[in-house]
Nanobody, 115 residues
């Protein structure tokens, strides 16, 4: 069973920055994609950003130019650098790992953007 441990969430003022991290609890073979989704209250879970093992990235239009995703393949760790945060970025952020056994989710970390 793949376990993903997220960290780095918290409360930040508009315009501020946070860096999220997500690490697999053990080395995972055949990882294809890692990334982040988010879910705001009353909303559906939505894609934020993903990155393949080869480094190909994909971002939602709402975060392009503000968020950067990267990963350490050797550690099965993915990061999300969030700059220029807005109130509409407030949500629970979930890490995802996709490998040959399917999709695996982290427990989520709360990000709140408020003055």
């Amino acid at each position: 069973q793949v376990q993903l441990v997220e960290s780095g969430g918290g409360l930040v003022q508009p315009g501020g920055s946070l860096r999220l991290s997500c690490a697999a609890s053990e080395f995972i073979f055949s990882v294809w994609v890692m990334g982040w989704y988010r879910q705001a209250p009353g909303q559906q879970r939505e894609l934020v950003a993903t990155i393949t093992t080869g480094g190909v990235t994909n971002y939602s239009d709402s975060v392009k130019g503000r968020f950067t995703i990267d990963r350490d393949n050797a550690k099965n760790t993915v990061y999300l650098q969030m700059n220029g945060l807005k109130s509409e970025d407030t949500a629970i952020y979930y890490c995802i790992l996709v490998n040959n056994s399917g999709r695996h989710w982290g427990q989520g970390t709360q990000v709140t953007v408020s003055s």
